[in-house]
């Protein structure tokens, strides 16, 4: 996983320093095909449960599961990749946002929470801590800043495979749910709206937008949970 997860890890990069006004977003795709293939790896969205590309691009008011296209991406904009990965049979995946060009100041701000309430959740993703710890510690950070936390779509166990038990919750209360034990490895992926929490289905059934147009972000890392310190698995 470790391998999966630094693969991950590499095309997000690329990808990140790639993003610019005036391309379609599909152009972003087809990097991330060229660089999975390059690393000798498999991309874990491309044909799960029929998603037609590699990486999921969601712009602005796009929470998740953007399918790259004719979007053109402007000057101002916020987008937000989320990729996965498949080596040697075991699978990572992270997301990230990324503000092109000349963003707002609410929009860099929503951007830095929603990251700081990822690093939030890791952090709690402790040996005997409860699920709901990370749920609260993610929660508490974005709300405590004037930003809400999505509640219908999760993290979740990875492994083998690319959505496993347990869901992980970007809400929740300290101390209840599934007792965190070492060895674990998990999804945390807060996706954080300026406004409400609340979603709506887009028509294509993949991309989910903000239920009142807000601007969203997300961040996620997969993590193996140890006897200390939680190992980040999706980096660099």
Known sequence: MRIAGRIVAEVLHVLKNSVQ??????????????????????ASFKGYYGYPASVCVSVNEEI?????????????????????????GFQGDAA????VGDISPKAAEL???TEGALAAGIFAARDGAKL????????????SRGFSVVREYTGH????????????????????????KKG???????????GDWRTKPGKDGWVVY?????????FEHTIAITDSEPQLLTVL
């Open 21 to 42: 006004p005036g391309m379609k977003t599909k152009e972003l795709d087809v990097i991330a095909e060229r660089e999975i293939k390059r690393l000798g790896a498999k």
């Open 64 to 88: 998740v599961h953007g399918i790259p296209g004719d979007k053109i991406i402007k000057n101002g904009d916020i987008v937000s990749m989320d990729f996965g990965s498949i080596y040697d």
């Open 96 to 99: 990230l946002t990324v503000g």
């Open 111 to 113: 951007m830095r929470v």
């Open 132 to 143: 709901g710890d990370i749920g609260a510690a993610v929660q508490e950070y974005a709300e």
């Open 157 to 180: 166990g990875i492994g083998r495979e690319m959505h496993e038990d347990p869901l992980i919750p970007n809400f929740g209360t300290r101390g209840t749910g599934v007792e965190l």
């Open 184 to 194: 674990m490895t998990i999804a945390i992926e807060p996706m954080v709206n300026i």
């Open 210 to 218: 903000t239920a009142d147009g807000s601007l969203s972000a997300h």
